[in-house]
């Protein structure tokens, strides 16, 4: 099993196909849970300040969303259908990244109310290879996420 700690979250390899992110946030379940679901805040956090278009949102089991993102002149689209909602505990959803296209992951985000006006999301990421899974890691998702998890970290103080 490999570990990293970084700032932001941690973020570790503990089966061959898998990657587990934790994450606190100074917030409580419900904030963060709307930062996810409601398309108007979650635009301003998910590309951590890059260009951001939303092409399609759905959010509804069976839904399609699609992002694109712009940064350094470059775009990156990001798409994936809802597998599973249920409101201020879980998103289950698939997640293609035009970089790795036909690589889809399942990822499976849980809200955790820690009791004391904190929020612990902890998302299990499953590809269908150990191969895929470090495609991903070597792609520069972790910048990418950090990035996106210090932009939540401003929104929730802004609406506290």
Do not use: C
Not at 17 to 22: M, P, Q
Not at 116 to 121: A, F, P, Q, Y
């Amino acid at each position: 099993m490999t570990t990293e700690t970084t700032t932001d979250a941690t973020i570790t390899t503990p089966v061959e196909r898998e990657i587990h992110i934790e994450r606190i946030f100074d917030a409580p379940r419900e904030r963060v849970w709307a930062a996810y679901s409601r398309i108007e805040q979650l635009v301003q956090w998910w590309s951590g300040g890059n260009g951001f278009d939303v092409e399609r949102w759905e959010f509804r089991k069976g839904g399609h969303y699609r992002f694109v993102e712009t940064s350094d002149g470059e775009t990156h689209g990001f798409e994936g259908r809802f597998r599973e909602i249920t409101p201020q505990e879980r998103i289950v959803q698939t997640f293609e990244w035009d970089g790795m296209p036909g690589h889809v992951a399942v990822d499976a985000a849980s809200f955790i109310d820690l009791g004391d006006g904190r929020t612990k999301v902890v998302t299990v990421s499953q590809y269908h290879t150990e191969e895929e899974r470090d495609g991903m890691l070597r792609s520069g998702m972790e910048t990418g996420l950090n990035r996106s998890y210090r932009a939540l970290d401003a929104l929730l103080s802004r609406s506290a």
